[in-house]
């Protein structure tokens, strides 16, 4: 159980969080593939392409494959699995297309600015993820988030990716908070939850895309259980 008493600061993930990650990156697929009139179902793609996704963020994660292996073999590894092949130059430009376009869509998960009006007043709040550095800060800016956080410590700007330590070390020295008054709210137990429990903080884990359940911390389904328990 949480011990509201202790905390003064709370970060937040951004993706699978508060932002709607596959929403959005659903509309903006949507797009991109109208225009360039590829022939393929949305559907399918989708079905193919947000578990090879979240497979290469990890290896992006471990530091196993760079931001542009990451970018182009996604796509690259969801057409092939769909039949379909597309040169090198044409993956590119649907790479950068989808980072250009991905933070023009604002979609949030339900109880997002609620939960976010609610602790203003009593916490201070800032934001860390592995995202990258100048897409984070659209997304943000884009949503009208801006106005809720102090900072924003992405991986790409300190240099570590969660888990590692260094990232939320950095945000807490950042921000003059002690391990002990920090809480850690996000989506991934191995990023977020544990990363953060192994630095003295605490955390609740909003399960937004079904990880298997445990017993390290909280688990809530819905940013309102968020705000009723805070």
């Given at each position: 159980m949480i011990d509201t008493s202790r905390i003064k600061t709370i970060f937040f993930d951004l993706d699978h969080t508060l932002w709607d990650f596959e929403k959005n990156s659903a509309l903006t697929f949507e797009k991109i593939f109208s225009a360039a009139?590829?022939?393929v179902p949305l559907d399918a793609f989708l079905n193919a392409y947000v578990p090879i996704n979240h497979q290469y963020w990890k290896l992006y994660r471990d530091n196993q494959i760079t931001q542009e292996e990451l970018r182009l073999?996604?796509?690259q590894k969801t057409f092939e699995q769909l039949g379909l092949q597309f040169q090198p130059a044409e993956l590119s430009h649907f790479s950068t297309q989808y980072i250009q376009?991905?933070?023009?869509?604002?979609?949030l998960f339900e109880g997002t600015v609620e939960l976010l009006t609610h602790l203003r007043p009593s916490f201070d709040l800032h934001l860390i993820t592995n995202g990258f550095d100048?897409?984070?800060h659209f997304k943000v800016s884009n949503s009208d988030l801006s106005q809720y956080f102090g900072q924003i410590f992405t991986a790409e700007k300190v240099g570590y990716k969660k888990p590692h330590p260094k990232i939320f070390a950095h945000a807490l020295e950042q921000t003059a908070t002690q391990p002990e008054h920090a809480l850690m709210i996000g989506d991934s137990l191995e990023a977020d939850i544990l990363g953060a429990q192994d630095m003295g903080m605490q955390a609740i884990h909003f399960n937004s895309h079904n990880e298997p359940l445990h017993k390290h911390c909280l688990i809530v389904n819905s940013l309102a259980e968020i705000k009723a328990l805070l």
């Open positions: 009139e590829v022939d073999l996604r796509l376009y991905l933070c023009t869509f604002t979609h100048e897409v984070q």
